[in-house]
C-alpha cells in the first residue's frame, strides 16, 4: 500500500474551506482512479504539546506509489490537484510514500 | 479511530537510525497499551516535486485521542517517548488528530 497525505494550513475562512471540502474535494477526490481508502482527520489536529498550525489532515491511500504517481497523470486527479490550488488557502502539502504494518 | 503521525528528519547515521528503530522502537512503541495498528514508511517519503526532507514517518492508530493521551502518560509510552529523543538526531514531531473514512 502507498499513501499520500495532504496537510492544509488554516485557511483564511474556515467554515468556506470545510463545506467547499465536504461538497466538491471529497467527491473530486473519490473520481480519481485507484483510489482504496480517505481519512479526513475529525476535530483538532494536536501536538503532544497542545495545538498545531495544521488545519486537516487528509491520508489517501493507493495500492502502490506507482498508482499515485498514475493518479496525479490523470484528467481526475489534475481537476482534484487543481481544486486544492482553489481552496487551499492555507497553503497545503503532500507527502507520498509506500508503508507496511510492522 | 485516531492516529500519531511521527515524522522523522533525516539522521546523521540513517544506518544505525534504522538498526535502532527496528530492533529496539518498535519493540517498545508496541508495548504501549491501546496500539491497535503501527505502519512505517518503506522506501523514500516523496512529494510531488520529489525527494522530500523527510526520513521516516511513522503512523499509530489508537481508538481515540483520549487512549494516545493515555498512552503517553503510560510508563511504556514514556520509554518510548524517550527512546526517541535518543536515537532521532534529525529531529522528530507528532501530529495526533482522530480520523473518519469519507
Same mark, same amino acid.
Request: cysteine-free; overall charge negative.
Given at each position: 500500500m502507498a499513501?499520500l497525505?495532504?496537510t492544509?494550513g488554516? !485557511?483564511a475562512? !474556515?467554515?468556506a474551506f470545510d463545506a ?5 474535494h471529497?467527491p &473530486?477526490?473519490?473520481a480519481? !482512479?485507484g &483510489?482504496r ?9 494536536l @501536538? !503532544?504539546?497542545g ?6 489532515i487528509? @491520508? ?9 504517481a498514475a ?10 490537484a487543481g481544486?486544492?490550488?482553489g481552496?487551499? @488557502?492555507?497553503g497545503a502539502s503532500?507527502?507520498?510514500?509506500? @508503508?507496511?504494518e510492522?
Amino acid at each position: 500500500m502507498a499513501q499520500l497525505v495532504v496537510t492544509y494550513g488554516k !485557511p483564511a475562512d !474556515p467554515a468556506a474551506f470545510d463545506a467547499h471540502y465536504r461538497d466538491v474535494h471529497i467527491p &473530486l477526490a473519490w473520481a480519481i !482512479p485507484g &483510489l482504496r481508502r480517505f481519512e479526513v482527520a475529525e476535530g483538532p489536529v494536536l @501536538t !503532544p504539546e497542545g495545538p498545531s498550525d495544521v488545519y486537516l489532515i487528509a @491520508t489517501l491511500t493507493f495500492d502502490s506509489l506507482a498508482d499515485i504517481a498514475a493518479a496525479f497523470a490523470s484528467p481526475q486527479g489534475q481537476a482534484a490537484a487543481g481544486d486544492v490550488a482553489g481552496f487551499a @488557502t492555507g497553503g497545503a502539502s503532500m507527502l507520498m510514500f509506500e @508503508t507496511r504494518e510492522v
